[in-house]
């Protein structure tokens, strides 16, 4: 039987940075299981790639804090591109809301961050339509990466540092006897491990059941539409969200194209446009609606011209999936099986937070706990106790 000190199930994003952040710490013996033929086949590959500081919550502001530094200093070809998230409210409520996320944004450090007026909208994004809008929130180092650059950027860290990545290894079952992991079954036999990852996504939830704990991880459809304006986009346009509906746009970019580099530079006339369906249900369906298609053109018209006019392309309109918690918020750390650690249920952040999430898993499997930053309230026990937190700014 194969063995491995520390496995880690899922070579995504957030199983990548889990590997590197071990092996920067000396762990020699990780292995990564990769169900499919090669990395960034779930939602890694499906994000938008949005970075941004502006949350509601102390722990979702301080993860990305440190990310947004480790993006900016790491040396690593990321792709970032600060071109900031502007927030626009429609009603005083709304605009009261992101008052006070800016003042916990300001008094944890964040850089760059103000409430702005109409006007200032304006000069930001010229012709959009901001006669009902009262105002929002801007934030200049919020931004762009390219989430696969992210992802091969981590994994070639520490598959250098000794980290091995195994392709086509699907994992059917998490084995455990007296309360302590101590094996996994895949598609290619079993490995025997001590500390297993748990990385998986929005399918996480099937795997913790084999070893008998219920991870409260949903699998929701995002779908994605990309469109193509009939004269340039605004220059420096950055991400755009309505608080109120969730509707947002943004400058479409190519992920992935050159494996050795970042994403490649934005197109000037290409656009995304998404928005959190109320209706959608649990699901892994991975198909774009026609009907959705239609409903996000009801909110591109209204907001601006140059958005209700642009043409759908369909071949790049994709969906993926996010692994939503009931709170919103991720779910780190260990659980009442020794030697089984979650790095899931990021409801759209797990590209984002993914080098706070590594870090912070390293340090618990190492360590014991997180010593960088204090993430006990993102364990799964607070679903038991009651303690969940509340989060209003996702998309």
């Not at 299981?33 to 979702?60: C, M, W, Y």
């Not at 209700?308 to 071949?315: H, K, L, S, W």
């Not at 030697?339 to 390293?362: C, D, I, K, W």
């Amino acid at each position: 039987m194969q063995k491995a000190e520390i496995v880690i199930i899922g070579g995504g994003v957030v199983g990548a940075s889990v590997a590197y952040h071990l092996t920067q710490r000396g762990a020699k013996d990780v292995l990564v299981l990769e169900s499919e033929p090669e990395q960034g086949r779930g939602s890694t590959g499906k994000a938008t790639g949005g970075v941004r500081a502006q949350f509601e919550t102390d722990i979702n502001i301080q993860m990305s804090l440190y990310s947004l530094d480790f993006f900016k200093n790491c040396g690593f070809n990321w792709g970032y591109d600060p071109a900031g998230y502007l927030f626009f409210a429609t009603d005083d409520d709304q605009l009261d809301y992101l008052k006070l996320n800016v003042e916990s944004q300001l008094r944890l450090g964040v850089k760059g961050v103000s409430i702005i007026d109409r006007e200032t909208i304006r000069t930001i994004v010229p012709e959009m339509n901001c006669e009902d809008i009262a105002g929002g929130s801007f934030g200049r180092n919020d931004g762009f990466i390219d989430p696969l650059a992210v992802m091969r950027g981590f994994t070639k860290a520490a598959t250098d540092r000794g980290a091995v990545v195994k392709f086509n290894s699907p994992v059917l079952a998490i084995n455990v006897k007296g309360g302590k992991v101590y094996s996994i079954t895949t598609s290619n036999g079993n490995v025997e491990s001590e500390k297993v990852v748990l990385c998986t996504g929005a399918r996480a939830a099937e795997l913790a059941a084999t070893a008998g704990i219920d991870l409260p991880v949903e699998p929701i459809r995002r779908q994605i539409v990309w469109a193509r304006t009939k004269n340039n986009l605004p220059n420096g346009l950055p991400m755009v969200i309505d608080i109120g509906s969730g509707f947002h746009f943004r400058p479409a970019r190519e992920f992935g194209k050159d494996k050795s580099a970042g994403c490649s530079s934005a197109s000037t006339r290409d656009v995304l446009f998404a928005y959190p369906d109320p209706d959608e249900k649990p699901s892994i369906n991975t198909s774009v609606d026609e009907s959705f298609i239609e409903t996000v053109f009801e909110h591109a018209r209204h907001r601006a011209e140059f958005l209700g006019d642009a043409e759908i392309v369909r071949d790049k309109c994709r969906a993926g999936l996010y692994e939503v918690t009931p709170d919103h918020h991720a779910i780190l750390g260990s659980c009442d099986v020794e030697g089984l650690y979650f790095a899931n249920g990021f409801s759209g952040h797990g590209v984002m937070h993914s080098p706070a999430t590594g870090r912070a898993l390293s340090e618990i499997i190492l360590d014991g706990k997180s010593r960088f930053l204090d993430v006990e309230c993102l364990h799964i026990d607070r679903f038991k106790t009651g303690r969940l937190m509340h989060e209003t700014a996702f998309i």
